[in-house]
């Protein structure tokens, strides 16, 4: 046997001694060289997305006259984008936060949200029936506020004490498949305890309506969603950026050995992450809650995905990458499939707005794992 | 208290009361409050109250390692703790109930529905609040204190005892199928389940008991000669292994004829998720790869069958052909469907190659559902018909003889595809492929070193998945004859995982095991139908936490376990043997072995 590996050798399980990484990356260099198809690949596959996507767009606002979409059309798409996705937003940081930490996907997360979501639920209802809602509407809103973030808080907290604490350092897949099973669990205690129809949510009255700005008109709604997720967003920077805990965090996403080593307690910064991620969920839970005024059990599962899908948009581990990427993906969402299918005369575009989501996952999964504001890690994703 | 310390009783009792609360407000209680298992005494509701202290009381005296050694109770502390820790679980629980007769039931239903009057006089034996609570104090005493001694008890005695109990609890649950069973083998059933409650008599279930118990006391005495003779006579003589074969083959054969046709609908059920997690099992627990999105492949199959062999849509006025149809025969159409199915494998697999494990997950999980969009679109409605879905897919005949009814008919054509599918999958895991897959899931970055071409390995992983997933499609197509997209829920692959997951990843037996357990038992007991998905998730949770290598291990995997695990033990006695204090505890808890490294 000569030293050059043999054919059957190369696609088998033969040995090919390649000591050192160098020389792996070398040896997966020159293959790479030999046959770059998946570069090929790529290229082919992004420009006829581009294509696809461009003469959709060219398509759709060249259409005629009575079928197009009218200037304000576009308008409230892009507020409606915009509410959306500050919602996303929200609901991402908590992916972000814990997978920056723990490196786990947990998969849960929406299910945090939709406890918040019911958990207010009940307040909201009944002030409504006595009225409270509207003879103090601020306090009610604080009341159901805090009360949505102390029940996403604690679903949170059993969450990572009783499925992930004991499972920290096995391999990825056994966290996933745990946070997959507690996701289905909740969901079904939720079917369990609240039962299984969809129920209205009450909002007060000084919410409804619209206003008037530069000639647009925003729905109050969506206007105080953005509001109350920028003010979220910019604290919890702050917060991250300033205090000490905020700090220990911080030491602990980059090396949590290192950090436990320099006295910081690893298990209160999980918890505590685990918390803050609550914390955001609930909030978003109220401000989606009173967006389509209805709760119901399988909600979380929806914006959950799209939550991550924005957290990996953004760039997974990166807190405005979240934020961004929530903004993105709601505007791709409330746009995309008007701006792009209608052009291809497909009935109904809006129909196919969650394919609309994965499908921007996969394709910055493959074309840019790292997200927008990713890193750039060497490291495979 | 011996080594047992009075504070971990406490709070396992309060931690085993906030079980019961759970289990009364998500309604599993009242749900089988009246199912009767054995007389009209025992019903599951009652079972399930008595469960958590129990529990409690067997967790609460879990041996410790103590200076390298590890300590039991005895069984007099044992017992004692266990006592203790289920008198406060019923504590616990009495007084929630006590909390919540005194803020009124009907306020507390507005926000959880389960909670009605009903339950609370379930749970208080309809004897009245006081006494009520007394008996449920009375009865986690004594289930606590039984589940101490089940631990710290006589080993044999103990296993004798739970095999019997557990084979009562069994054959009550079963009652319906081995009632149905025993009709038709016209075996005389009365004096083992009664007519009127329809549960196991008392007098039957004290049988059952002596009988399981009995055996195994027996199994215990002579059985570790026995099992060597037989494991001996299975590795020497291949007749020995070709006689067993043909002994199951026969009795799945003719197992349809003894339970009649709504059990064989619910076994053609399990013969389809045998499929499913038999591909999946290829995809995960062969080569590592997690795929959620495996309905994809589901649903491919089924709509292609309907497709090539002549369904037509589903329409508000009738019926009426799609865009794209051919007719051809079932038996021609399938492998153009596996075909197809492959070549869909590698094109979801390729463009998530490079994905990391719980990346791929998440990808593959929007792929499945971008396939139910589609397939409920008015975008592709002329094709597969939107959400009225389409018919009139082939039963699959030949000369006249259907294999949709009765389902006895179908569970051949399944079982003669499982078997293929069982075959391959097995000769698979032992082949150059097979080890290449090992390879890859225990560490990529090796395998890749080592020349293992894990670009096309992976790529071969998601086709060979793929193929056999579409076959489960096409049969399940075949089954019900009409499909709809909400057939094709995100659900069926999370259920295909969990069939896959309880077994064991990578365990043949173990897909067959999990499909029986997930898909029979809930086909057979309806009343469970609306717990199933609840289960499934808590089931998932324990599994990865308590035993991640599922119930019926892959040899292989499992027998590293053991000699590591021995080595382990020989490594802590030495220690303490050498009087040699040993201050760290080996870090996993014995029984648990990550076997992937990802």
């Known amino acids: 046997m000569g030293l050059r590996p043999t054919r059957s050798d190369e696609d088998g399980l033969g040995s090919r001694n390649v000591g050192t990484d160098q020389q792996a990356r070398t040896v997966r260099l020159s ?17 006829s997305i581009v294509a696809t996507v461009g003469i959709g767009a060219f398509r759709t606002l060249t259409l005629p006259e009575g079928q197009r979409y009218s200037a304000s059309a576009w308008g409230d798409f892009i507020v409606l984008g915009i509410a959306q996705g500050s919602i996303y937003a929200l609901i991402a940081l908590g992916y972000t936060l814990v997978y920056g930490i723990l490196r786990m996907i947990n998969f849960a997360h929406g299910e945090v949200f939709m406890f918040g979501a019911f958990g207010s639920f009940f307040f909201a209802n009944a002030y409504e029936e006595s009225g409270f809602l509207e003879r103090q509407p601020y306090v009610a809103l604080a009341i159901i506020l805090g009360v949505a973030i102390a029940t996403s808080v604690v679903v949170a907290v059993l969450l990572e004490r009783i499925a992930y604490r004991p499972l920290r350092g096995a391999p990825r897949l056994v966290p996933l498949i745990t946070a997959i099973g507690a996701s289905l669990f909740l969901q079904n205690t939720a079917r369990g305890f609240f039962g299984s129809q969809t129920r209205g949510y009450a909002k007060p009255n000084f919410l409804e309506g619209r206003w008037e700005l530069l000639g647009v008109a925003f729905p109050k709604i969506r206007v105080i969603v953005f509001i109350v997720a920028f003010v979220s967003v910019v604290l919890l920077t702050l917060f991250i950026a300033r205090t000490t805990t905020g700090k220990s965090m911080r030491a602990v996403a980059e090396d949590s050995e290192i950090a436990s080593l320099m006295g910081i307690n690893v298990d209160r910064v999980i918890v505590l992450t685990f918390a803050i991620g609550g914390i955001l969920a609930g909030i978003a839970a109220v401000l989606f809650a009173m967006t389509f005024e209805a709760v119901n059990f399988f909600m979380g599962f929806q914006p959950g995905i799209a939550a991550f899908t924005a957290a990996v948009l953004g760039g997974i581990g990166s807190i405005a990458g979240a934020a961004l990427g929530g903004l993105m993906l709601g505007l791709l969402e409330s746009l995309g499939p008007s701006l792009i299918l209608t052009g291809y005369q497909v009935p109904s575009p809006f129909q196919l707005k969650p394919g609309f989501t994965f499908l921007v ?15 750039g890690e060497a490291e495979k994703v | 208290m011996g080594p047992v310390p009075l504070r971990s009783a406490l709070r396992a009792g309060v931690v085993g009361g906030a079980i019961l609360t759970y289990l009364s407000l998500v309604g599993l209680i009242e749900r089988f409050a009246d199912l009767n298992l054995v007389g009209e005494q025992v019903t599951l509701g009652r079972l399930f109250l008595v469960l958590p202290p129990f529990a409690v009381g067997y967790a609460v005296v879990r041996p410790r390692i103590v200076a390298g050694e590890r300590r039991l109770a005895s069984p007099r502390a044992g017992a004692l703790a266990g006592a203790l ?40 034996f309809e004897r009245g609040l006081a006494t009520g609570l007394g008996i449920l104090i009375g009865l986690g005493l004594v289930s606590g204190a039984i589940g101490g001694l089940a631990r710290t008890a006589n080993r044999a005695v103990a296993a004798a005892l739970s095999v019997g109990a ?3 609890i069994v054959m009550g649950l079963l009652q319906r199928i081995v009632l149905i069973a025993l009709v038709q083998l016209g075996i005389e059933s009365d ?4 007519p009127i409650t329809r549960s196991l008599t008392w007098g039957g279930s004290a049988g059952l008991f002596v009988l399981a118990g009995g055996a195994n006391v027996l199994w215990h005495r002579s059985g570790p000669e026995t099992r060597e003779r037989f494991r001996g006579a299975m590795a020497e003589k291949s007749a020995a292994r070709t006689g067993i074969l043909l002994v199951v083959l026969a009795l799945l054969v003719i197992l349809p004829l003894l339970v009649g046709s709504v059990i064989s609908q619910v ?60 007719d051809l025969n079932f038996y021609i159409a399938i492998w153009v469907v596996v075909l197809l199915a492959a070549g869909m494998g590698l094109l979801i697999g390729a463009p998530v190659l490079r994905l990391r494990g719980d990346y791929l997950a998440i990808v593959t999980l929007g792929l499945g559902e971008i396939v139910r969009v589609l397939a409920e679109s008015r975008w592709l409605q002329p094709v597969v018909g939107g959400p009225q879905g389409m018919r009139g897919v082939t039963d699959a005949e030949i000369a006249g003889y259907s294999f949709r009814n009765p389902p006895q008919h179908f569970y051949y054509l399944a079982l003669a595809f499982v078997l293929l599918a069982l075959f391959v999958s097995w000769r698979l895991s032992a082949s150059r492929v097979g080890r290449a897959w090992n390879a890859m899931r225990e560490d990529e970055q090796v395998a890749d070193a080592m020349g293992v071409s894990t670009t096309k390995y992976k790529l071969l992983a998601f086709a060979m998945g793929g193929a056999v997933g579409s076959l489960g499609g096409a049969l399940f197509a075949v089954q019900i004859g009409s499909l709809t997209p909400a057939s094709f829920q995100i659900l069926v692959s999370i259920t295909a995982l969990a069939v896959v997951i309880l077994g064991g990843l990578g365990s043949l ?43 019926l291990p892959n040899v292989r995997r499992m027998r590293e376990l053991h000699d590591e695990e021995e080595a382990q033990d020989e490594w802590v006695k030495r220690f303490a043997d050498e009087g040699a204090a040993v201050a760290a505890v080996p870090g996993n808890p014995p029984g648990v072995e990550y076997g992937d490294p990802k």
């Open chain 2, 85 to 124: 820790s289920g008198a406060v679980t019923m504590v616990v629980f009495d007084a929630v109930i006590a909390l919540a007769e005194w803020v009124d039931v009907g306020r507390i239903r507005q926000v959880f529905v389960t909670a009605t009057p009903g339950v609370i006089e379930f749970v208080t």
């Open chain 1, 361 to 375: 996952l996969v394709l910055v999964l493959v074309f840019r794992p790292g997200g927008i504001l990713g890193t």
């Open chain 2, 267 to 326: 076994l053609g059920s399990v013969m389809i998720f045998v499929l499913l997690g038999l591909g999946l099992n290829i995809v995960v627990g062969y080569a590592g790869l997690l795929d959620l999105g495996y309905v994809a492949f589901f649903a491919f199959g089924a709509y292609m069958t309907a497709l090539l062999t002549g369904a037509t849509l589903n329409t508000t006025t009738g019926s009426a052909a799609p865009a794209f149809s051919v």
């Open chain 2, 166 to 168: 557990v084979t009562v």
């Open chain 2, 191 to 194: 004096f083992l389940y009664s």
């Open chain 2, 509 to 551: 037996p173990g897909v067959v095991a999990g499909a029986l357990v997930l898909i029979g038992l809930p086909g057979l007991l309806r009343e469970f139908e609306e717990f199933r998905l609840l289960i499934y998730g808590a089931a998932l949770v324990a599994i990865m936490v308590l035993r991640p290598q599922g119930l």
């Open chain 1, 31 to 47: 293959r790479f060289e030999r046959l770059p198809w998946r570069r090929i690949i790529l290229v082919v596959l992004g420009a």
